[in-house]
């Protein structure tokens, strides 16, 4: 699947999904438009050096499918340069390492902490201004949602 | 012929629970736009006896026993959760045919060196961990088996762990397991049907797999022959067939508060064209008649009660949003009565062939809008139902269910992202 879907054309279970439905013609980012003739006798001298334009998406997200974006609130984690309102790139297909910046689920709430392995259980650190950390026992469950991968903060 | 089907766990449920943990292990549904009816139940609210398709209003004194809580459904969000899904599927074979939007077959002809219960436990853990959403795979030689190994799968009743594999079963493992299904949960066996059927006192699936093809033929239909042989393990539909097109279209909703006046139920039934026709184009298809129905609320007996519909036949067919609008609203002010509390209405588009030369109808200004049409469901498709409509649909919408219950567009919208702490 690529940049041709079409976002929106939502169907019930069950129901089928349009075979004919017409496809918005939008050319794909980075892709160089160099499909249509250049008229003989004009070469572009650029043709030669044409290279896909910087991409951000490209830059930022290593699996499509499993990377979703979150907001931060509150400043538990400064420390790691991870400021209030700042927007977070998470990829779930990623298996969370130790230290790992991570989105976990604590009492049915997101929460970014630093995950780290201790011999009594998992440390999810915060690093901020005296915000304390989690602990979470070996009879504790813990549920990892996704691991971050970039902060972007806006200046 | 060896394939999957893999099929999501009360898919829109699980869209919401990914980004709303709270929601995990407590009852929940889904409601319908604007209708207020069950259109995804948690397991939880399944067990409670909640049916598909139950009024809100019906369910309210259970909801408040047992706290069922009520979504609004947030299309957006299911629409891109399916996109990833599919996608994160398509890692597992090349042949893939998305037949609904949780719904997809795979194909796995040149994988069976591969163990495939351990393939099919391998694609649920990526799409669980991918994703977030738990799905169910069925494994199996035709896709009516593969449709009813994911539903032993799902209910338990054979596989393990959300995975059945039906081509690892002896001949006599298979006799047992179907003996104790019934002929409904067969793909493509509808209730009439079903109660056809079992009055010939064919109830399991069993039963219907040893029945005789060429008589239920004559009986009944192709399809059933070819259910039967699909049943039998002899596979009679392509991976990327594409099923026949619709006989007929409906839209209907019930309102979300009760409609009194002409002009509302104007707007509604607009709309429900708008809807219909865009499902008759997709399918490249024209109707010939168009009916239009209305009626009060059956449940309350003490009400003054009113039901009609009627049929308004077109001199030629078409699939023009304008010109079908024109007729189902020249039949609603025939059906009208002042005085009414009206609960319901719909539309049908009936008596549907291929779509072909430009048509003129009695109801047409002589002007061909199939243009108009394509660019129509074109942005609609892109930036969801509605974002154009005819005039008669209105924009005040008083009749439709707010939505007061939806969740945010965690993936479409930058201002309602997830909040972490
Ligand atoms: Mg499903």
Redesign the pocket.
Known sequence: MNGHQVPGCATL??ERLFAGLPQPCIPQPGIPMLATPVPAGFPSPAADFVEDRLSLDEHLIEHKEATFFVRVTGNSMTGFGIHDGDLLVVDRALHPADRSVVIAVVDGEFTVKQLCRIPTGVLLRANGNGHSDIFVGPDQELTVWGVVRWSIHSI | MTLALV?????YVSCERVFNPKLEGKPVVVLSNNDGCAVARSAEVKALGVKMGEPWFKMRDLAKKHGILALSSNYALYADMSNRMMTVLRQFSPDQEVY?I??CFLGLDGFQHLDLIEYGHAMRQRVRQWVGIPVCVGIAETKTLAKLANHCAKKNHAGKEGVCDLTRMTDTERSALFSNIGIREIWGVGPRLTEQLVGRGITNVEALRNSDAKTLRREFSVVLERTIAELNGIPCMDLEEVVPNKQQIMSSRSFGQYVYDLAPLQEAVACYIAIAAEKLRSQGSVAGMVQVYVRTNPHKADAPQYQRGLTVPLTEASDDTLLLTRAALWGLKKLYRPGYAYQKAGVALLNLSAAGAPQMDLFSTAKDNSRVMAVMDRINGMWGRGTLHSAAEGVRHDWHMKREKVSPGYTTRWDQLPLVT
Not at chain 2, 7 to 11: A, L, R, T, Y
């Open positions: 279970p069950g | 099929d999501g766990n009360n898919f609904s949780d719904e």
